[in-house]
């Protein structure tokens, strides 16, 4: 399992989008201020995510609760994996608390499940549906 996101859920996309693209000046991989998912090269194997937090709150069908109330996502840690069914099953049979079952989300473009650990944090495996090739971090001089 790789981490291969950290992903902010976000209240003020546009507001965030600046602040990382134009105040960080993290270069932009994906995405730009009115796509409401943006992706940033933080110089690692690990990419730096921002999501309009309302779409995490419609894919997990939690979107009609009170955003204001803790069961509203504001982070989700998200593992790559070879395999989302096999990984999924294995952590279910180890106690995982599974919030979604391994499903095809197309728009995405990947494979996902979503679990909460102990404290309740959002944990997302995913595999693209489509291969693609991440690059390697550079060596650290």
């Given at each position: 399992?790789?981490?291969?996101?950290?992903?902010?859920?976000?209240?003020?996309?546009?507001a965030?989008?600046?602040f990382?693209?134009?105040?960080?000046?993290?270069?932009?991989?994906?995405?730009?201020e009115a796509?409401?998912?943006?992706?940033?090269?933080?110089?690692?194997?690990?990419?730096?995510?921002?999501?309009?937090?309302e779409?995490?709150?419609?894919?997990?069908e939690?979107?009609?609760?009170?955003?204001?109330?803790?069961?509203?996502d504001r982070?989700?840690?998200?593992?790559?994996?070879?395999?989302?069914?096999?990984?999924?099953?294995k952590?279910?049979?180890?106690?995982?608390?599974?919030?979604?079952?391994?499903?095809?989300?197309?728009?995405?473009?990947?494979?996902?499940?979503?679990?909460?650990?102990?404290?309740?944090?959002?944990?997302?495996?995913?595999?693209?549906?489509?291969?693609?090739e991440?690059?390697?971090?550079?060596?650290?001089?």
């Open positions: 399992m790789r981490c291969s996101y950290i992903r902010l859920l976000v209240n003020d996309y546009e965030c989008f600046h990382y693209a134009d105040i960080l000046r993290l270069p932009v991989l994906w995405g730009d796509s409401r998912y943006a992706e940033f090269d933080v110089e690692s194997g690990t990419r730096l995510a921002i999501n309009q937090r779409v995490m709150a419609e894919a997990l939690t979107d009609t609760a009170d955003p204001e109330l803790p069961h509203q982070l989700a840690v998200v593992f790559q994996v070879e395999d989302v069914d096999t990984t999924a099953a952590l279910v049979a180890d106690g995982a608390r599974q919030v979604r079952a391994p499903y095809d989300w197309t728009a995405w473009g990947v494979r996902a499940a979503h679990f909460r650990d102990p404290d309740g944090y959002l944990l997302e495996i995913n595999h693209p549906l489509i291969p693609i991440i690059p390697s971090p550079p060596p650290i001089p």
